[in-house]
């Protein structure tokens, strides 16, 4: 069974610019989500992806957007960074059936984003 | 809406020592509890979890109850390891009808533990 993968592992970034990262979710998943957890902090809810629509959105701004593929990988999208989206993300992956609710969520190693 | 409420921090303990790491819970319905542990550089990993009032999440010696009356969910171990040293966060799943369950964290304890 292989595990939720991310990438890239690490990135630096400046002021303005824009960044995607990458999520393999673990085989069998369906849907996945996307958390931001600043230093020293528990993760915070950015958004969840079910069937390529996002499906669930936390207090974060339109500039923080996202795809799932039909493979249900999934990109997390950052436009305008701004110093404090400094950060580890994590993306999680779960499996939702019809006619129950999504629980537990496997989460990957996480992207280091660095905005200088 | 939705909080995870974690005991202050740091814990520092010698090993064999016996551990329990507060966690209480602010939740509408009946959410799933989980405790989850992030090693130094590394995502998170789950250690357990419970879904319903007093089941007992158990894994690796670590063990957790979900009190409903007393909206707690606090991990506990018997003798801990140096290799238990991490950041251990308590989190909630709102458990919506529907594919948008999300996780509420609580800002997570630093365990050291001395050998």
């Known amino acids: 069974e292989t595990g939720v993968t991310q990438s890239p592992t690490h990135l630096i970034k400046t002021r303005g610019q824009q960044v995607t990262l990458r999520c393999s979710s673990q085989?069998?998943?369906?849907?996945v989500s996307w958390y931001q957890q600043a230093l020293g902090q528990g993760p915070q809810f950015i958004f969840q992806?079910?069937?390529?629509?996002?499906?669930g959105r936390g207090n974060f701004p339109p500039r923080f957007s996202g795809l799932q593929f039909p493979n249900y990988s999934s990109e997390l999208n950052v436009n305008a960074l701004e110093l404090d989206d400094s950060a580890l993300y994590l993306c999680?992956?779960?499996?939702?059936?019809?006619?129950?609710?999504?629980?537990?969520?496997?989460f990957g190693p996480g992207t280091r984003l660095t905005v200088l | 809406g939705d909080s995870v409420t974690q005991m202050e921090g740091p814990v520092t303990l010698s090993e064999e020592a016996f551990l329990t790491i507060n966690c209480t819970y602010t939740?509408?319905?009946?959410?799933?509890l989980f405790w989850y542990v992030q090693y130094p550089g590394e995502g998170l990993q789950l250690l357990l979890k419970?879904?319903?009032?007093?089941d007992k999440g158990s894994n690796k010696g670590f063990e957790a109850t979900y009190r409903k009356e007393t909206t707690s969910f606090h991990l506990e171990k018997g003798s801990v390891q140096v290799s238990d040293s991490a950041v251990y966060f308590c989190?909630?799943?709102?458990?919506?009808?529907?594919?948008?369950?999300?996780?509420?964290f609580g800002k997570g304890i630093t365990l050291s533990v001395r050998p």
């Open positions: 419970a879904t319903k009032a007093d």
């Open positions: 939740a509408t319905g009946y959410p799933s």
């Open positions: 989190a909630l799943s709102d458990r919506k009808a529907g594919a948008n369950s999300k996780l509420t």
């Open positions: 992806y079910y069937r390529e629509e996002e499906n």
């Open positions: 999680a992956s779960s499996l939702f059936l019809a006619g129950g609710s999504t629980d537990t969520q496997y």
């Open positions: 085989s069998g998943h369906n849907t």
